[in-house]
């Protein structure tokens, strides 16, 4: 089994422990910076695919959010596109829902703390109406790619920090945390 794990920034890198042995399968590992944003996260992870044809896609990463607390951690299987959910009136898609390409592959179904990503092109530091449970700049178009390439993706995703109170800064300060807390989260469960 091929796994390909992404994440945007260099801070956010953290080597995850999968078992070495899937029944009679081994599980290879690899890794991808997709650079921060929509576009290159999708070039970059198309790119991959293409080339190295994983079996299941993890994106790890940090988020803000207006609800929760730093520190949550939260299991996104749906997406929204903040930027194209502004364009209502043009019919645009600005969802996806990754959970059964996952059910069907029977990946990741025993991971809890589901939420809801929402991503887009901008990092917010002002409080505005979204929707879901965290915000990042990646997510939304790794799953609309793996999405078009049939290949089950989730995304876990560490909280950094509360949007409007100094996003920014609170990011950088949590990086060390997050990695710590991405690490933690995956040596307590397995794939399957």
Same mark, same amino acid.
């Given at each position: 089994?091929?796994? /390909?794990?992404?994440?945007?920034?260099?801070?956010?890198?953290?080597?995850?422990?999968?078992?070495?042995?899937?029944?009679?399968?081994?599980?290879?590992?690899?890794?991808?910076?997709?650079?921060?944003?929509?576009?290159?996260?999708?070039?970059?992870?198309?790119?991959?695919?293409?080339?190295?044809?994983?079996? /299941?896609?993890?994106?790890?990463?940090?988020?803000?959010?207006?609800?929760?607390?730093?520190?949550?951690?939260?299991?996104?299987?749906?997406?929204?596109?903040?930027?194209?959910?502004?364009?209502?009136?043009?019919?645009?898609?600005?969802?996806?829902?990754?959970?059964?390409?996952?059910?069907?592959?029977?990946?990741?179904?025993?991971?809890?703390?589901?939420?809801?990503?929402?991503?887009?092109?901008?990092? /917010?530091?002002?409080?505005?109406?979204?929707?879901?449970?965290?915000?990042?700049?990646?997510?939304?178009?790794?799953?609309?790619?793996?999405?078009?390439?049939?290949?089950?993706?989730?995304?876990?995703?560490?909280?950094?920090?509360?949007?409007?109170?100094?996003?920014?800064?609170?990011?950088?300060?949590?990086?060390?945390?997050?990695?710590?807390?991405?690490?933690?989260?995956?040596?307590?469960?397995?794939?399957?």
């Amino acid at each position: 089994m091929k796994i /390909l794990v992404t994440y945007a920034v260099q801070g956010e890198f953290t080597e995850l422990k999968f078992p070495g042995l899937i029944g009679e399968e081994e599980v290879q590992v690899g890794y991808l910076r997709t650079g921060i944003g929509k576009m290159k996260s999708a070039f970059y992870l198309t790119e991959a695919i293409n080339r190295a044809q994983p079996d /299941l896609v993890v994106n790890v990463g940090t988020a803000g959010t207006i609800r929760h607390q730093v520190g949550d951690i939260f299991v996104c299987r749906h997406f929204v596109d903040r930027d194209m959910q502004r364009l209502k009136g043009f019919d645009m898609e600005c969802e996806i829902d990754s959970a059964e390409l996952l059910a069907q592959k029977g990946y990741c179904l025993h991971w809890q703390r589901e939420g809801v990503c929402n991503t887009g092109d901008t990092f /917010l530091t002002e409080l505005s109406d979204v929707k879901g449970d965290v915000v990042d700049m990646e997510a939304y178009a790794q799953a609309w790619v793996c999405h078009t390439k049939n290949t089950p993706f989730i995304a876990v995703k560490y909280v950094t920090d509360i949007i409007g109170q100094n996003s920014v800064k609170h990011w950088e300060d949590k990086l060390a945390d997050a990695r710590k807390g991405l690490g933690a989260f995956f040596e307590s469960i397995s794939v399957f």
